[in-house]
T-cell receptor
């Protein structure tokens, strides 16, 4: 079945540092890929998405590129802020139409 | 548009009881999905309803059930509660009729089973 693997956290960074959160997936066909963010006490919010190979999703300074050859969708941001502290989830929606989420990666940004 | 709303936000029950959670999707969205989120298992898909019909189902026992009403509001029910059912239950709606895949999540209902 479909699966998503994310790097384990927590990821701890200083403000203005570069962020990468790795995400790889296994799926049949051509899934759509998503990054969601969850702030404490809240539900998940869509951060960005990509629906086909080589597409780049971007939002609020975050970017991720759909790499079919490496089955990856790594999340990056050039300069993180304290307000980016949250849990980030990589997800896919493939041919089964059942969304599959990674375990989540906690990001902690220190001033 | 108003976002996805879930009620109640917090709930405490004892083993063996049953519980019903409610979800109101974004206006116009006809697909509602339910998830269980726990520290140990992460986010796990329970089921999806579209136009009052269950369209997809995850790997949960029959104690977990749901339904959707004609106004797209959805409820999920857990019978004979177990300690392991303690979790954050998230609901998400999608404008599935347009082929859109983005899910919009509610804040969740935190269930504690004692």
């Amino acid at each position: 079945g479909d699966s998503v693997t994310q790097m384990e956290g927590p990821v701890t960074l200083s403000e203005e540092a570069f962020l990468t959160i790795n995400c790889t997936y296994t799926a049949t066909g051509y899934p759509s890929l998503f990054w969601y963010v969850q702030y404490p006490g809240e539900g998940l919010q869509l951060l960005l998405k990509a629906t086909k190979a080589d597409d780049k999703g971007s939002n609020k300074g975050f970017e991720a590129t759909y790499r079919k050859e490496t089955t990856s969708f790594h999340l990056e941001k050039g300069s993180v802020q304290v307000s980016d502290s949250a849990v980030y989830f990589c997800a896919l929606r493939g041919g089964s139409y059942i969304p599959t989420f990674g375990r989540g990666t906690s990001l902690i940004v220190h001033p | 548009k108003a976002g996805v709303t879930q009620t109640p936000r917090y709930l405490i029950k004892t083993r063996g009881q049953q519980v019903t959670l409610s979800c109101s999707p974004i206006s116009g969205h006809r697909s509602v999905s339910w998830y269980q989120q726990t520290p140990g298992q992460g986010l796990q898909f329970l089921f999806e309803y579209f136009s009052e019909t269950q369209r997809n189902k995850g790997n949960f026992p029959g104690r977990f059930s749901g339904r959707q009403f004609s106004n797209s509001r959805s409820e999920m029910n857990v019978s004979t509660l177990e300690l392991g059912d303690s979790a954050l239950y998230l609901c998400a709606s999608t404008d599935a009729g347009t082929g859109e895949e983005t899910q919009y999540f509610g804040p969740g209902t935190r269930l504690l089973v004692l």
